[in-house]
């Protein structure tokens, strides 16, 4: 399995902005379909983005378009999960996860991911 980290979370108020990293131990993420997923308390958890390798076409969950955006740096081994105008019903444990075969599509179902991130709290509240 891919060891991957996240880290960057926190808390933010309303209409704040947060950025998040995805990152792997000692390799790179450039040939793995990167995805955010969510999970609020009591809530299932929840595909947020994805960013496909090579292309790096991005794609998101409808909750998050125009707020959210996704991006991999190659030098860095790092994929970014940018998040503006943040709201209540954005808080919840991010992860990140990644798919060995390098494509987004079906990204909202979690079992497609073999590799998870152990999860970074986002809190957004005045």
């Known amino acids: 399995q891919l060891p991957v980290a996240e880290s960057g979370g926190g808390l933010v108020q309303p209409g704040g902005s947060l950025r998040l990293a995805c990152a792997a131990s000692g390799s790179t993420l450039f040939p793995y379909a990167i995805a955010w997923f969510r999970q609020a308390p009591g809530k299932e958890r929840e595909g947020v983005s994805c960013?496909?390798?090579?292309?790096?076409?991005?794609y998101y969950v409808d909750a998050v378009k125009g707020r959210f955006t996704t991006s991999r740096d190659n030098a860095k081994s790092t994929v970014f999960l940018q998040m503006d105008k943040m709201k209540p019903e954005d808080t919840a444990v991010y992860y990140c996860?990644?798919?060995?075969?390098?494509?987004?599509?079906?990204?909202?179902?979690?079992?497609?991911?073999?590799?998870w991130g152990q999860g970074t709290q986002v809190t957004v509240s005045s």
């Open positions: 960013i496909s390798s090579g292309s790096n076409k991005t």
């Open positions: 996860a990644a798919d060995f075969l390098g494509f987004c599509s079906g990204f909202g179902a979690a079992e497609k991911f073999a590799s």
